[in-house]
């Protein structure tokens, strides 16, 4: 079982990697670091694979 604290911070990390990621507009430090090279490992939402086809 995961404690309440864990799953804030499980929470947390979701909400900022769902903003970074966000195509609406894409914030210029995200398209750079896309542009730079970015890989995707595991993205089983695509939410980062849209980010990498918005930002070519």
Do not use: F, H, N
Not at 20 to 25: G, K, N
């Amino acid at each position: 079982m995961v404690s309440v604290e864990r799953a804030d911070e499980i929470l947390d990390v979701i909400r900022r990697v769902t903003r970074w990621a966000s195509v609406d507009p894409i914030d210029p430090g995200t398209r750079r670091v896309v542009t730079d090279g970015a890989r995707v490992l595991y993205d089983p939402v695509k939410m980062l694979d849209v980010l990498l086809r918005a930002c070519r």
